[in-house]
């Protein structure tokens, strides 16, 4: 995966490069938004991270130019800048999505994963929440590399909640999920399903929240 | 300066009041003088009349005077202010030919044909007397005789009084005709002032919109250059101000950004032990705490911006961005063992609010409620309609606030436990200064079960949805 970095600070571009590389991302930085036109011009990337305050062009006439010559790259604006009205405003440019400075690596790369999976088509069915991975093509869920293994209800449940990773589901909604396998399912057995899946994912990062009187929701909690 | 007379209205009054007054009381003297000369001349011809018929009557009988005086010539004088006439008809030497002997003669010498008033008294009382020579009937040269008629003045004064009221009447209609006029037209012109205090007044806090002079009157303009032109002075101190604050916010987040890169990449190290492993976490606590503060310090900023914005903002579903940032911190209330809900959630409530201060509203509430009220407590978010308000409650279990400080809580970096490193201090300052631009009301107290706080913010509904 070849990605621009287009960034005009060369100390936070050149860390984001080397943690995007440790990942096995290809990664070339622009420092200028003149730099990014440029090699823009000539080169294909599978996504583009934008800052938005360069100098010169700025970050939202790089990424105007580029949907006017109707290049579909997904872009993730990554910006200081994080006013509720910033945001829309470039996501109406065309940006797909917005990360504000500073984020967490973590955070960075489930975006972009998120997004390559988007505007790859599917190509890349995994669906991650901290090391827990959904592989929506074969149905396994794993941690950190590794097969778990659920039984048909946990699985179930765990795949409602893992496609709204960070919504909540609503009790009824997630007995409603099931009712395709059983004819109904008791509140009190739902509880004993969420109480097993929170200790297979132990350590995952993941976690089954309880929010009182919404539902559950799945979250990456970082350890505290 | 101070002004003795502080209003315009009695100022302009009192200018055109007072000469008016004097004007008039000098009129009324002069006025005065002139009705007593027009009595006294009207007086000067009843006497003069009344003095030829008399003399008229005089005839020269061998050597000696004959006189019957006819009731004519006191008829002249009939009044209701019961005048006494008094006359005598003297020969030239000063004898007495008929009359009052008590009338006292002319002092002076007299030519033939001619007449002569003054004041004299008689039986104690005023009179004005006429003294008028006359030549006799026979013609006879160098004879002459004199007669005097006079009249108490009570006519006269009452004559005179007359004249004077009526002048005093038409003065008093024209001076409340004065003030009745001044009182319409400083409703009237002065009410564009009363109109253009109340649009002044009107005026959220920190408004910085210029006003429009072309609706006020020309005696205004003046006034409003001034206010516009202290406002755009203003507006380019506060963007200069702004302009300092995102330039700042936009360094320490790059180089928060640096710092967060770094700590990454190290964690990322195979071979950390535990110790190093865990003072990059603590790093990077500190690291998230600090960017906390940047973003809660831009918050403010921006609220203090969004109140000086007047385009009423649109109705939204509080219940909705309660969810959201329920959910949005559902993972800093897992990481501390809080037991995160809510308890009543009335999705029919909306208000004008515009979404990211609501969200920053709440999200803040939730924050602090999290914060301080300790590990394993329990956070409640509720929603209600309370008459004709929405009331959006966050109530916790934790170590809740004093009365004594709860007003002091929402000053800007105040901490109730100085050793809270966590606590910045913000929080509740945001939700206060939130809760003016939305023209809120919040309120702290402990809740129902007697322990923790209770945070409620009243929100005004909107006209339709009041019962």
Known sequence: ?224 | MSRPVKSLKWRLGLWVFLPTFVISFIDLAVTYRSTDKIATLVQEQLLKGSARIIAEQLLSVDGGFEISVPPAAFELFANKYKDHVFYSVRSKDGKLIAGDAELPAYPGQLPVEQEEYFLSSMRGEEVRVISYVHSLPDKSQNDFAVTQVAQTLHGHAAFRNDLFFLTIREHLILLSIVIFGLVIAFRWTLSPLDQFGKKLLKRTPGSLETLEEKSEPIELHPLIFAINDYVSRLDQALSSYEQFVANTAHQLRTSFAIITSQLNFASRHKDLDRDQKDILNAIQKSVSRGTRVINQLLILAAVERSRQQQNPAALIQVSCVARDVIEALAPVAQQKNIDLGIDELDESLTVAAPQHLMHELISNLVDNAIQHSGDASIVTVMLRRRDNAAVLSVIDNGPGIPAAEREKVFERFYRLDESRVNSSGLGLAIVKEICNSLQAKVELRVPENGVGLQVDVVFSLPDYDRG
């Open chain 1, 1 to 224: 995966m070849k990605l621009l970095l287009v960034e005009d600070n060369r100390e936070l571009s050149s860390w984001l490069a080397r943690l995007l590389q440790t990942s096995g991302y290809s990664v070339e930085q622009a420092f200028s938004g003149e730099d990014a036109a440029t090699l823009l011009l000539t080169e294909n990337y599978d996504a583009i991270l934008l800052d938005l305050t360069l100098p010169g062009i700025k970050g939202q006439a790089v990424l105007k130019n580029l949907r006017r010559k109707n290049d579909k790259t997904p872009v993730l604006i990554i910006s200081a800048l994080d006013s509720l009205p910033d945001i829309i405003e470039n996501l109406d440019l065309g940006a797909d999505d917005y990360l504000a400075k500073p984020f967490d690596i973590h955070e960075l790369e489930a975006r972009l994963r998120s997004l390559l999976r988007r505007s790859s088509g599917q190509l890349n069915p995994v669906i991650s929440c901290g090391g827990l991975s959904y592989n929506s093509n074969s149905k396994i869920f794993s941690i950190d590399g590794q097969d778990l293994s659920l039984t048909p209800r946990e699985h179930a449940v765990l795949e409602v909640l893992i496609h709204k990773t960070g919504s909540t589901v609503s009790k009824k909604n997630l007995a409603d999920s099931l009712c395709t396998l059983d004819d109904s399912v008791s509140p009190k057995a739902l509880e004993i399903y969420i109480l097993r899946l929170r200790k297979k994912l132990e350590n995952s990062g993941a976690q089954i929240i309880t929010l009182r009187g919404l539902g559950y929701m799945l979250t990456y909690v970082a350890a505290g």
